[in-house]
């Protein structure tokens, strides 16, 4: 794809049928790189393309697409082609698009798929999304135990172009029940006539195909494995899961987490900020905004019902914005660490006490340095200020400081402790999302900052 | 590893001596399971441990330690059991291994090791840290392009014992230069007797040794491939990144964005929150939060000379957490997703016009719901409240509602701004730190908050 052609350069080649052109192009680089340029044309068009091509390229072109692209080509599909473009597809991604069409959509175009494939995309969209079952693909090679080396080798052969990958293969007996797994790579350096049950690897690595997928996922990442084998409860073998799969879910989980904690809703997915309308952004964004915002309603009534102390020391109202911010950043940094820990499995809710002796260890450290900038900033910007009998700077310097201490302390533990227990109530960490947290400490924040005030200043 | 021993039965097992039991121990499950076992113990019995056990198996274990710990157990080694072990490694391994020895420690047990090991690990080291030539091994297969396909598996065959991986080689001339690459499933498929440069991939995807390693990923996980050549600019091949390398490049950085927005310093890798002392979390975590907190004097100014104003309208008082919060939450969430866009190459600096245009958009969308929800809490809350004359609740309502609408306009198009701009300035978006942002937005906040309150309200 050294020299891509542009959007009205591919429009002309097909509204003057050149087909030979379209073909060279669609040839001329990795499908990913294809499809992201196919991807600025219509839904229409890029079936205009790709039905010229041979049906194998159109499909590994077509499975690059955004999802919502794939769902829009299908859309202006007729049925045959429909079948055409399927039945090139590796039945992960096959039963991946099929979970996305509309209801009807799926009525109208199963139907005409052959009745093996039919069953095979009944099977992998039967289990719920998120899933290991939901990820894995049908496309996987497997060996009996009493085949020898050269025999599997030979069997691999005659099988590689339907399979995903046949750098491992799993070894089952009749009934499909895992026993083991071999790489090409050990049959390639068994003597050929050694039974495959003899050098397998026995201690197989699995995941069940109701684990969660990112589970899966990390699997793959810890044990370093080219494809993760996805058994039922049975300990039948069910399909695979590969290692560019757990890329994606890796990626998707990250994305997620990420836009979790920031408070955005919604399904997330690569590259889908600029494809994403702006009214589904304002959908994904707001509920939460709002939320949070008439939240913010408990933290006007704090500061109101503390009116009477404002009004004689105004230099406290100065320092609610600095409240503010030193509890959500103390906050989200905790939170943050511990969701992530969470997430990579290195702490559990049972390491509770743990995490906060630790969380605490580290406010303690970091507080005083904040009451230090309060007092000082008291004694800079308050030196003028008239106060009220019987108090004085230092008074009035000393309690803001105390207040932002524990300011520090309660917000750092809070960050900590939300997540924990959110994972403890089998929720998703990332739920405590940052902006639901900078709210919370706000409310607890105010509540330190007036009570200690109202403590050691007098009214 | 069905009954993991306990921690002093181990160190029971090492005082009696009792080799055999060590030796099934590790041989009981996967290295990187015995890995996060052993772990448990000091360095020394760690050492001692894998003293009694296979090279080979030593080395696969050692490797799946946490970076401080294999610093922790080479700091106990004697020349001649470092030279055991390292040898047993691979060389991406034993590069990265060495990188992280202080610099007296290399220059004692490097002389140690054979002339090539020792050219090996100064040429990995050679470059920069986060570049694909850092993160790149040394052990792959290449195959010259007249060499038939039985004779290429032949020398894979040969050679695999001692290669990271033989599912990809790579075709070269005599001088190294990266021709194409053939798969191992290639090589099964085709004719016997037909020379590898007829039928081996042409347009190779690459990186090349002075890029950044999170690039290298992104390709691997982009174009769903095993290895990952990496060339010098002479486009001679110097090494290869596989796929296990660059999942864990993905975990790290998506771990580094992240902290980096929640304003955490310091370098991460997986599986160091319970690791790192108190004091280097201190320290990771305090230089951002000083540093805002000293920029919330900026803030607290901007109130103190409002003070007037607040004065005579409390009610406005109430609102600045609000105003801080519904800032913060809307900035942080465009922010959140232009960084992440800009992370996976979906926009570039280029595109900041349409970017801008769509955050507008979804921030007009926003901004009148917590308009009224202002409104409506003016009226709620303020009823009986005292006002100056000449002043409706009304005009309040309003001032207060349209300050917070142009709040919720401009931090999010700051939100969206900022990575823009630092990606701009070849920084990394993701410094644009979220509590950063909360800081900046603050401080605009009510400079818009106090300038619509001294507009719209007689003082």
Redesign the interface.
Known sequence: ?RNPLLVPELRELLSTDDTTTLQEFCES??P?DIAEFLSRLDADEIWDVLSRIDNRLAAEIFVNFDDDIRVDVVETLKRPEFVRLVTAMSPDERADLVRRLPEDRQETLLPALAHAEREDIRRLTSYPEDTAGSVMTSDYATLSPNLTASQA?AK??RE??DKET??YAYVVDENRRLLGFVS??DL??APGEKPVGDFMHK?T?YALAHDDQEDAARK?????L?ALPVVNDAGTLVGIIT??D???I??QE??E???K????AGRHE??A??RTS??S??RN??G???A???L??V???I??SY?GL??EF??L??????L???G???G??SA???V??LA?G??SPR?IL?VLA?EF??AL??SP??GI??YG?VFL?AAGAAMPPGTSLHSVGFAISLALALQ?ISSTLIGALLPLAAARLKLDPAVVA??AL??VV?ITG?LIFFGTARILLPI
Chains 1, 2 share one sequence.
């Open positions: 794809m680089g990795h990913a080798i691999l052969r590689a172009p046949i750098y090409l790579k390639i350096l201690d690595i793959i990442s810890k044990y370093d080219i290692y560019d757990a890329i994606d890796i990626n990250n994305q987490d990420m836009e904690f920031m408070a955005i690569e590259h900020y600029i702006v009214f952004h304002f964004r707001s939460w905004v709002m949070l915002g008439a913010g309603l933290s006007g009534l500061v109101q009116e404002l009004l105004a230099v109202a100065t320092f609610i914005p600095m503010a911010d030193t959500g950043n103390t989200s940094q943050t660490l511990v992530r820990a990579l290195e702490i390491d743990r630790k260890a580290v450290m970091i340095l904040l900038i309060a900033r910007f520090v940052s902006p900078t709210t706000d105010l």
